[in-house]
């Protein structure tokens, strides 16, 4: 075989890898475990582009070298086959989503397996699969039978904390739950009907239904996560997003917040990454103070004496607004009160003079995403309440604004403004006029703010005047816990979870309702035994007339007898948050994962993902993981023990420029040199038409119907139309999309596996650029030419090698190894092309060289390499072989080459061996006849020897 015929040779060993489960592993082995796993794709119609497959090059590459290294090692992959997406198809075709999804998938696994991916298909999972989300199901009833046990810092079964209001009611029940749960004895506990009593452990379990803010989007007729929404609108359909008060079931993963918080201090993930987790989950310390109503318009009461009765009990929540704050040693400094838009008490407190102005502000409040309010730091607005509170602390009267950068989900809903401490309030107090007092002795009176934990003491700061930072914040949360008026918290910015979509395309909650004896509906799930659940059929994937989300629109489907199931399905992040468990033992049909395959695999060893999904599926998945520990499901407290992001390839866009007109019936393409010369505008157009840069003007005449480009006219330079370059996304709406299957048609997969590991670090952005994959292919040749002569001549000799050729190799398996080990896997495609080359130069063909050369690049380049294992005589896979191990006599240089300076300048380089002493060198380069004829006759006044270094002659 003359040439490399990689379409061939890599069909042939793509069969074989299949027909003899090559990768197929097994849940118990003599050799160590490793757990390698991608994020799983959303299976989109559009398949692959070259940017996807990046991760999942760099993940196979170190499943194959662990496995050379002697490790039984689980690869898996599958499909999060549920979403927006799928459905959003079905109503545009009136086809299920389980058609076009699978025909999706069908495309994913043949561009997958065209790249020789190392995966064990047999393990696949998709979450859209009955037999899949029966388990999701599954876990849901596991949350909703359990609370969680402040004292005992776990997830715990209903029936402990059932257990509990039997003997003693709430009192010493340390957990969180609704913020409405009434305190309640024994003996009440005891008296009430079972429904009261069930009704009452809805309040503490860890999922629950409760009223929320939502992104609605109406024309979806969905709630949106806040990944789904952008600038106001849906990603999918850039359609309006509002927020919207409504009933939603919720996950309380707030519950975990300290874990998730201290679990970070035990993982191996970026910096970065943790930061983003800990940033969204957000602990802060301080205290909660409630501003009491002033419901008769009086103020400037004398310190402490508005509530001289509260320690009798707490005031209703009615009559104040409790405000969680870090900073509460600044409480002299505040002028005012911000409430979100969404509190429960805009409408309560609003006077019939402000109703009007709150009425526009709300209105506007909920065409924007929460992110979008939070992120906008600069706009200030808001709207006047009318209402006031009373600082308990100086009696004075605070007027109660609403702006809709106080979110009602984090602390209360409430921010007590402090405007000479804090920019934000400064800027609200600015625009509206709102007096700013300074209670510091270091107060500045411009925009930048003093800083009370550093020099300053309190002034006009009452009962904490002379007072530091420290000793006023615990005289005042003491006050405030003696008065009964706050206390000391610890708060977190993270918020439970939405769990409900008004969707089709997910997973049925198992959950039916039944009334009450007052005619409510109350939750309750379906047993163990009749899950699943599955999807019903519709007649539309659209809510019903009367809004109702989809699933309304199943006719008979209901619980027993005629028990309504709930009608809105699972979040797409549901089934993501376990499904690693789920490869451990996926054809299982008891259980979601035998306890066995658990204790095996125990937890994912090699994460490989994108960072997008740092404070979604990352988070979520943490939050169940913990909860299955808790429930003694599993054996690990961390899915994730080392995390990866990779990089984004970026797309290198194209572009022609055509002169503006009036009339673009016959439009003018003008080339890149020339726009100058024109007034012209940039227009993408489809890199896969385009060569170095030049573009194929025929092929872009028949495409491009849609501007006319069959009647245009083109200004060409030297006869070639030269189009313009930029680097950015990688999208369709770029036309700079590169389909893998082109790539590997042309060049072959081997090729663009490692020419996507050439391109630069794998965490780092890249561009792509399609002409520079020929360097790779050339590489991918000439490592071919060390096996076979241009004439297909054999050329593998079975000779003993020589040192030096020793030494290539060894050099290079030590490199390889340090490489793989710390995932640069760039680094290592250019140890393999220097390797290659000097092996050419020397012109080795020992086959104790290249065999061990052959297992080396086997991870990167596994077709070729599968083919030129099997020539060399070898029997089965070289994916069985073992990772060649490199030895120290032949990766240290017996000889080092000198710099010889003269007067600080190098004018020879002289080799000697590493074991020739100071004053033999020095004699060496005395007696050498080009030190000599740059030394001119001159005596050498020294001369420096610097081991391994450098020798310096001074003249």
Not at 269 to 296: C, H, M, P, Y
Not at 348 to 369: C, F, G, P
Not at 457 to 464: A, E, K, L, T
Not at 516 to 533: I, K, T
């Amino acid at each position: 075989m003359s040439e490399y015929n990689h379409r061939e040779i890599e069909k042939k060993w793509q069969a074989y890898w299949e027909d003899n489960q090559v990768f197929k592993v097994e849940n118990q082995s003599e050799l160590p475990k490793y757990y390698v796993l991608d994020m799983f794709p959303y299976p989109s119609g559009a398949g692959l582009h070259v940017g996807h497959p990046l991760g999942y090059i760099a993940s196979d590459i170190y499943s194959r070298y662990k496995r050379l290294k002697g490790f039984n090692v689980l690869h898996p992959m599958g499909f999060d086959s549920f979403g927006l997406p799928a459905e959003q198809y079905a109503i545009q075709t009136g086809v299920h989503p389980a058609v076009n999804t699978k025909q999706n998938i069908a495309r994913y696994i043949e561009q997958l397996k065209n790249l020789g991916f190392s995966y064990d298909w047999s393990r696949e999972v998709r979450t859209s699969d009955p037999s899949y989300y029966k388990w999701t199901q599954w876990i849901f009833t596991e949350l909703f039978q359990s609370w969680y046990n402040n004292d005992t810092n776990q997830a715990e079964k209903i029936e402990t904390l059932v257990a509990a209001f039997e003997n003693n009611g709430n009192k010493n029940v340390n957990a969180p739950c609704d913020e409405d749960t009434p305190a309640f004895s024994a003996e009440e506990w005891n008296s009430w009907p079972e429904e009261e009593k069930y009704r009452m452990t809805l309040k503490y379990r860890l999922t629950y239904v409760a009223d929320a803010t939502v992104n609605w989007c109406p024309e979806l007729g969905s709630v949106l996560s806040n990944d789904e929404v952008k600038d106001g609108v849906s990603e999918r359909g850039g359609y309006p997003v509002i927020q919207k008060l409504m009933r939603q079931w919720m996950m309380r993963i707030t519950a975990y917040a300290q874990r998730l918080l201290d679990g970070l201090d035990t993982i191996d993930w970026t910096d970065s990454l943790k930061e983003q987790q800990r940033n969204w989950i957000g602990r802060s310390v301080g205290a909660l103070v409630r501003f009491e109503i002033d419901q008769n318009g009086e103020g400037n009461r004398e310190e402490g004496e508005k509530l001289s009765d509260a320690s009798a009990g707490v005031p209703s929540s009615s009559s104040f607004i409790e405000v969680f704050t870090t900073r509460v040693d600044t409480i002299y400094g505040v002028t005012f009160m911000v409430i979100a838009p969404e509190h429960e008490l805009v409408d309560v407190i609003t006077t019939q003079a402000q109703r009007a102005e709150i009425d526009v502000y709300l209105d506007n409040t909920r065409k924007k995403s929460e992110r979008d309010r939070v992120s906008d730091v600069k706009t200030v607005s808001g709207a006047f309440t009318g209402a006031y509170v009373i600082n308990p602390f100086n009696g004075e009267r605070v007027p109660v604004y609403i702006a809709d950068y106080v979110l009602a989900g984090y602390g209360t809903g409430a921010v007590m403004a402090v405007p000479s401490g804090d920019q934000r309030d400064w800027n609200f107090a600015r625009h509206f006029n709102l007096p700013i007092i300074p209670i510091l002795d270091a107060q500045k009176d411009t925009e930048e703010q003093a800083d009370p934990t550093k020099e300053g003491r309190y002034i006009n700061s009452g009962m904490i005047n002379g007072m530091t930072f420290h000793e006023a914040n615990k005289v005042l949360i003491d006050f405030l816990e003696e008065k009964n008026i706050g206390k000391g918290k610890v708060n977190y910015r993270l918020r439970d979870a939405v769990f409900g979509r008004q969707r089709y395309w997910g997973e049925p909650v198992p959950v039916y309702y039944k009334n009450d004896s007052n005619g409510q509906p109350l939750p309750y799930l379906l047993d163990a035994n009749e899950l699943p659940l599955n999807l019903p059929d519709v007649d539309k994937y659209l809510p019903t007339e009367t809004g109702e989300p989809p699933l309304g629109r199943a006719e008979g489907w209901a619980h027993g007898s005629g028990n309504s199931y709930e009608l809105s399905t699972m979040p797409g992040w549901a089934g993501s948050s376990w499904y690693w468990y789920r490869y451990m033992d996926s054809k299982n049909e008891n259980e979601f994962a035998s306890r066995d395959a658990i204790d095996y695999w125990k937890a994912v060893d090699l994460y490989i993902g994108g960072t997008e999904h740092a404070t979604g599926h990352l988070l979520y998945s943490r939050f169940w993981n913990k909860f299955l520990k808790d429930r003694g499901f599993v054996p690990e407290e961390e899915p994730f023990k080392k995390l990866i992001n990779q990089g984004m390839i970026q797309g290198r866009s194209n572009f022609v420029f055509r002169v503006k007109s009036d009339d673009y019936s016959k439009p003018v393409f003008v080339s890149a040199g020339l726009k100058s010369q024109y007034n012209v505008s940039a227009l993408h157009v489809d890199v896969n038409i385009v060569e170095n840069d030049i573009l194929d003007v025929e092929k872009f005449k028949a495409t491009r119907l849609d501007i006319g480009a069959a009647q245009a006219e083109f200004i060409l330079e030297d006869g070639k139309y030269h189009c313009g370059v930029e680097v950015e996304k990688m999208s369709k709406s770029k036309f700079n999309v590169v389909n893998p299957d082109d790539i590997v048609e042309r060049y072959g997969a081997d090729t663009l596996r490692l020419y996507e590991m050439f391109l630069g670090p794998l965490e780092q952005a890249k561009p792509w650029n399609t002409n520079g994959i020929d360097g790779t292919y050339r590489f991918i040749r000439k490592f071919w030419r060390l096996f076979y002569s241009e004439t297909g001549q054999w050329l593998v000799k079975d000779e003993a090698a020589k040192e030096e050729e020793l030494k290539v190799l060894h050099k290079t398996i030590k490199k390889i190894e340090e490489d793989i080990e710390h995932f640069s896997f760039n680094t290592a495609v250019s140890a393999f092309m220097v390797c290659v080359n000097e092996l050419g130069a020397l012109k080795c063909h020992k086959k104790e060289i290249l065999e061990q050369l052959v297992i080396l690049l086997s991870a990167y380049a596994p077709h070729i390499t599968e083919e030129l294992w099997a020539a060399l005589g070898n029997e089965g896979s070289v994916s069985k072989a073992a990772f060649p191990k490199w030895e120290q006599k032949y990766v240290v240089d017996a000889i080092f080459e000198y710099p010889v300076q003269i007067n600080g300048k190098v004018r020879v380089t002289l080799p000697f061996a590493l074991d020739t002493s100071s004053s033999d060198i020095e004699k060496e380069v005395l007696s050498n006849e080009t030190v000599i004829k740059w030394m001119e006759g001159k005596a050498a006044k020294k001369v420096i020897v610097v081991p391994k270094r450098i020798v310096n002659v001074v003249i």
